[in-house]
């Protein structure tokens, strides 16, 4: 097994972690929202689990995976407008926000969890970063890597599960890039290999 230095990824990740960590302080908050954007398969999950771990302020620090809220294989703009609406508009006023996640095997809404404004939150998923989504953000991030490395890290993940969607979800990605130009709205731009 190769260290994580000789990982071309795992290295890119780490410097990508570091870099928002010196966002996140130089935002100076105490409850900074952070969004990573990014296609299926660019790196934005372990990118986010990173930075939460790295977490420089006090506290800890909300995780937010839009993958437990998309309303189904169609639901990207739907997944967006959920927690923007009911993470990221109540946050930026100091009220209690709410999602739901999404229970892919019954194919409905479950449980629901709770956002302290008082904490920093992190908000990972395609499909995040739009005008209105980056009006309430402080630290906006894009996360990009070619095309085929992309579709083999994710079905590499997810397998058979997601192969059978692969297109769909692609075509829901890319009017997002068209529409809402994510990577015109980030204050940081990440290159995985």
Known sequence: MPSRSDDPVA????RAAT??????RAVSAANPVVL??????????SLATRVAQQWPLAGRVQVIALDSLYPGWDGLDAGVAHVLDGVLRPHGRGYLGTWNRWDWERGAEAESHAVDPALGVIIEGSGVL?????????VRVWVDAADPVRKARALARDGETYR???DRWAAQELRHVKRD???AHATRIIEIP
């Open 164 to 166: 059978p969607h692969w």
């Open 11 to 14: 290295a890119a990740l780490e």
């Open 181 to 183: 130009a994510p990577r």
């Open 19 to 24: 870099l928002i960590e010196q966002d996140i």
């Open 36 to 45: 990573i954007d990014g296609r299926s398969g660019a790196g934005k999950s």
């Open 130 to 138: 739009t005008p209105a989504t980056a009006a309430l953000a402080d």
